[in-house]
């Protein structure tokens, strides 16, 4: 066995899917939508990269074990940068306490 | 060592039930690759994210300097690369070697496209000054986090180029050996395993493109 074969026109669906999506952000980029800008090029590329997950790379047609290893590495992709971010915003909100007093020395 | 296939049955090593056990655990092991291939990836884009917040403005003004007809240019090829590449594994499913042959030649073929492109915009890069270091040419308000900007945008695509570099390498070995009959329909899967990686850099541009090219250029 050498895993399920996908039909031929998923694979030609799915890269014009890819050909039209490339075009929608492309598009959009220049089209002011104020801090949604961001989030339109996020979701356009997370889309892409779904699709390219769940059909070129089969995990749609994979077990349960697959399935949860392509999803694992980017629930922790997501804590990274999550973590990261709220550190670096969170700073200055409270005071950093003052630095200890050594005792002199005699 | 391990079974030699019998005539119609899929090669697999001694250790494993039967193929599909087999196909199960190469599968797995790849993912398992590609998610520390994800972490690796990450901690550049969470500095990105982070200088990205900080200097918004450098970051905007970088993004207009970047070529985005080469850049748009180079996500159709490396999107039909990976098409070509699915194409390839799947003629490899059905055991049609010589069309997972042409579909690999074409896949390295669009793989080298893409860093021909990449060696132009690096080249002109370095002719405008762009190139963090003692000759970094722009000057003024944005001229640190332009700097931040185009550290992360050589650390980032150079990254992609060298994992790109390494599957043409390796895309080339599997060609030869397919080529010599030594992948074969009784034992295809380096093929499978080699799409996985291939699509993964190509996810990794799907998110390099926008987040480098496009933001900021409305």
Request: charged share 10%.
């Amino acid at each position: 066995m050498s895993g399920h074969v996908v039909p031929l026109r998923i694979y030609f669906g799915i890269f014009a899917a890819l050909m039209l999506l490339t075009a929608a952000t492309v598009w959009a980029a220049f089209q002011d939508f104020g801090i949604l800008n961001t989030v339109v090029a996020l979701g356009i590329a997370i889309l892409k990269a779904t699709l390219v997950i769940l059909y070129f790379m089969h995990v749609r047609y994979s077990s349960g074990l697959v399935r949860i290893s392509a999803v694992i590495g980017f629930v922790f992709l997501v804590l990274l940068i999550g973590y990261v971010a709220a550190d670096v915003a969170s700073r200055g909100w409270m005071p950093a306490p003052a630095p200890i007093q050594s005792a002199p020395l005699h | 060592m391990s079974h030699s296939a019998k005539p119609g049955e899929t090669y697999y090593a001694h250790q494993f039930e039967d193929a599909a056990q087999s196909h199960e655990s190469i599968t797995l092991g790849m993912w398992i690759f590609l998610i520390t291939e994800v972490m690796f990836f990450g901690g550049l884009f969470a500095a990105y994210t982070i200088y990205r917040a900080q200097y918004s403005a450098a970051f905007d003004e970088g993004s207009h300097m970047l070529d985005i007809t080469l850049g748009c240019f180079n996500t159709v090829v490396l999107i039909l690369s990976s098409l070509t590449m699915a194409l390839a594994v799947r003629c490899a499913q059905l055991g049609k070697m010589t069309g997972a042959l042409f579909n690999m030649v074409l896949t390295l073929g669009l793989g080298t496209v893409f860093l021909g492109v990449k060696a132009v915009e690096y080249t002109a890069k370095f002719q405008h000054g762009l190139v963090p270091g003692p000759n970094f040419a722009p000057h003024g308000v944005h001229s640190f986090g332009l700097e931040l900007y185009y550290s992360l945008y050589f650390a980032l695509t150079g990254m992609h180029a060298v994992h790109m570099i390494i599957g043409a390498v390796i895309l080339m070995v599997i060609i030869g050996l397919t080529a010599k009959g030594k992948i074969n329909k009784t034992y295809n899967s380096p093929i499978e395993i080699f799409g996985l990686y291939w699509h993964f850099v190509d996810i990794v541009w799907i998110f390099l493109f926008p987040l480098l090219y496009l933001l900021g250029r409305h």
